[in-house]
């Protein structure tokens, strides 16, 4: 490194036992006052700001330099350490007490003008992440990332205490369905052939497995071309493992030993093992979700046998119907305006709910919407079952168990997040266990996998699996924290004639089967072991360990919701040659704007 910009210190690093030591720091200007008898410079580096300071009248060269710097010009300087007066200290700053009186000064860069002032916090996200490598200098970003760097590493530790082995599996693989749709790359070599970047490693280390490597784990890049939320990009990091002779339980134990050691190295927090479970079922009766944020209460009531005989007739054709009859609780809702009620309605309509009633109690009695409808000894019923008290709301849906479940949970949510922030500096990590295996997809005309065809039904339902596909229960399990999905996996069907009863149960024929998955079965063939895994988002768990609203707050360069980058300007066209030479043309709809721009899908030709 050449001598004028060579580092002693960085520049958080200098504090009083540094006083009468010459220095030499390199950094960003990260603002610079004239303050007439003394010119006052903070540089600031990755790891803070030092406070340099020049007397004019003693270096009158140095102090003309400092007239023309300006912020963000990248400077080298040298000097001495000394203690600032006492009541000039900064005790906001971990080099507070000192300042560095400054003997050379060299500019190593000039920086033009800012396109935004970089602690302004007001600044729009589409113009953070067009300049994203100057998002990184604010106090946030950076580091975010090195926590994400902390729990990488602790994953790794945890992970090679324990036996497992990290192995890279292929990112140009096979175009097989996961759930989401594909990025597609074409082959040159094979023309109108492609690779698919992969969703999952799910078949990979599934093969793993076969292959005897027994434990294995992976910080994994996935890829889904699906629609994006702050929890969602279309690249992804997921934490991925899988271990062969194992049950359930074993999986469990292992993630949760991780899980303990991550939050012990890198949010210095204890976790009491093991963590709470609690069945699938129960999470969408109590939470109306299969993510429950068990941060605070508020859970979901059946008041259905308070109204078992109710002559109401919005509710009679619900209960006829077999559906049900939920509510929420409010605490300190009774206040809550029309124009709030009307809001919570158009919610719960959202998720396919008919409407909303609610009652509520003053003075010991009952009213609201459908008070008037009730008799005396429903009413009791209710206030006996929910607990109401007086000045307390009760929301209530009427419908399918599963319109009712989702449509409360989600009022549910957005209630607790309007009341106030949730609550901050805890983690609650749950299991949600005993998925039901298959759902019945009313378009296709048959069942679908809720997680994928390779999941082990339970023991006990494997019965039913033939003759009531729709109650069979899975060998699956996710990982809740805070009310986001850290996590999910399963124990895997490693038995050919198994996989062959799930097939059956999911209408996938045999030829269709060995299109789609014939190297995983030909693998199964041959000895698989019995073998489980799981795969934890490390995004959402970054985001989380940082308390940011967004993964893109613990990503270094990542997209928008549209899935574009606006530093890169991609997606972008290509050059019309590289289009020969993969044998593509594109196909142009010039009454699209985006296909004249060549947007558009491709075709081969």
Known sequence: MSAKYHRTHHCN??????VGSRVSLSGWVNSCRDLGGLVFLDLR??????????????????????????????????????????????????????????????????????????????VSEDLRLKYRYLDMRRSALVPNLRLRHRLTKSVRDALDSRGFVEVETPILSKSTPEGARDYLVPSRVHPGTFYALPQAPQQYKQLLMVGGLERYFQIARCFRDEDLRADRQ???????????????????????????????????????????????????????????????????????????????????G????????????????????RRQLDAWTDTVRLFGAKGLAWLKQAEGEIGGSIAKFLNHTEKAEIRRRTGLQ????????????????????????????????LP???????????????????????????????????????????????????????????????????????????????????GIGAQEAQLRFGHLLEALRYGAPPHGGIALGLDRFAMLLAGAASIRDVIAFPKTTKAACLMTDSPSTVDPGQLDELHIAIRREEADPEAAAGLVPVERR
Not at 88 to 106: C, D, H, K, P, S
Not at 320 to 337: F, M, Q, W
Not at 392 to 408: F, G, K
């Open 45 to 122: 580096d990755r790891e803070g700001v030092t406070q340099l300071f020049v007397d004019p009248a003693a270096q009158p060269e140095l102090a003309r330099l400092l007239h023309e710097v300006r912020e963000e010009w990248v400077l080298a300087a040298t000097g001495t350490v000394q203690l600032r007066p006492e009541a000039m200290a900064n005790r906001q700053r971990a080099t507070g007490e000192i300042e560095v009186a400054v003997e050379t000064l060299t500019v190593l860069n000039r920086a033009a003008p800012m396109p935004f002032h970089l602690e302004d916090q007001a």
């Open 424 to 506: 901050t500096g805890c983690f609650h990590f749950l299991w949600v266990v005993d998925f039901p295996l298959l759902e019945y997809d009313e378009e296709a005309g048959r069942y679908a996998a809720v997680h994928h065809p390779f999941t082990s039904p339970l023991d006990e339902d494997v019965a039913r699996l033939e003759t009531e596909p729709g109650s069979v229960r899975a060998k699956a399990y996710d990982i809740v924290l805070n009310g986001v999905e850290l996590g999910g996996g399963s124990i895997r069907i490693h038995d050919p004639v198994m996989q062959q009863t799930m097939f059956q149960a999911l």
């Open 318 to 337: 619900v209960l006829d119907a077999g559906g049900v009859i939920k509510a929420i609780r409010v605490e300190n809702g009774g206040e809550a305006s």
């Open 234 to 316: 279309p690249e992804f990091t997921q934490i991925d493992i899988e271990m062969s002779f194992v049950t359930r339980e074993d999986v469990m134990e292992t993630v949760e030993a991780m899980l303990a050691a991550v939050m012990r190295e890198v949010a210095g927090r204890e976790v009491a093992l093991p963590f709470p479970r609690m069945s699938w079922q129960e999470a969408m009766d109590r939470y109306g979700s299969d993510k429950p944020d068990t941060r605070f209460g508020m859970e979901l009531v059946d008041i259905t046998p308070a109204l078992a005989t109710t002559e109401f007739r919005v509710f009679r």
């Open 390 to 421: 007086d000045g307390e709301l009760l929301l209530i849906v009427a419908d399918r168990p599963r319109v009712a479940n989702e449509a409360l949970g989600r009022l549910r949510l957005d209630i607790a997040r309007s009341s106030g922030p």
């Open 13 to 18: 690093e200098l504090n009083r036992t540094h």
